[in-house]
């Protein structure tokens, strides 16, 4: 057995207010969202994992995906979304290929359908086919 252990591993990422992002993920998106002791939000995923969310004064938001949620029907979760307000149009960019809900539609040997949605920090989420 060694010393490095990943049975309890969790990811975790920065936003500038705790608070919106305690809206957005428990109500926007229906997560298990609650405070924790070190006054962080902690999500807990249906697969018994767990996400850290944490208040950062310099928050710079991930310019990459830093969650992404496979679902049974891109089509539909882009409209549940857009039903909350949630933007799913954020690539305007000709090279991701997205159609006015922005969707990128799969090809074979280019990924799944996909689309990408920031939270109120400015943070880059996707929905994709899964």
């Known amino acids: 057995m060694t010393a490095f252990q990943t049975t309890h591993a969790f990811s975790g990422f920065s936003v500038d ?48 995906t830093i969650l992404n949620f496979p679902v049974d029907d891109v089509e539909a979760a882009v409209d549940e979304l857009n039903a909350k307000g949630v933007v799913t149009k954020i690539y305007s960019d000709p090279d991701m290929g997205t159609d006015e809900k922005g969707i990128s539609h799969g090809e074979p040997d280019k990924g799944p359908d996909i689309a990408w949605f920031k939270d109120p920090a400015g943070n880059v989420l996707a929905v994709l086919a899964g």
């Not at 305690?22 to 697969?47: H, K, P, W």
């Not at 767990?50 to 004064?57: C, E, R, V």
């Open 17 to 64: 207010s705790i608070d919106a992002a305690r809206s957005f993920y428990g109500e926007t998106l229906g997560m298990d969202v609650s405070d924790n002791a070190m006054g962080f939000l902690q999500i807990a995923l249906s697969d018994g994992g767990t996400i850290f969310i944490y208040s950062k004064p310099d928050h710079t938001p991930a310019s990459y």
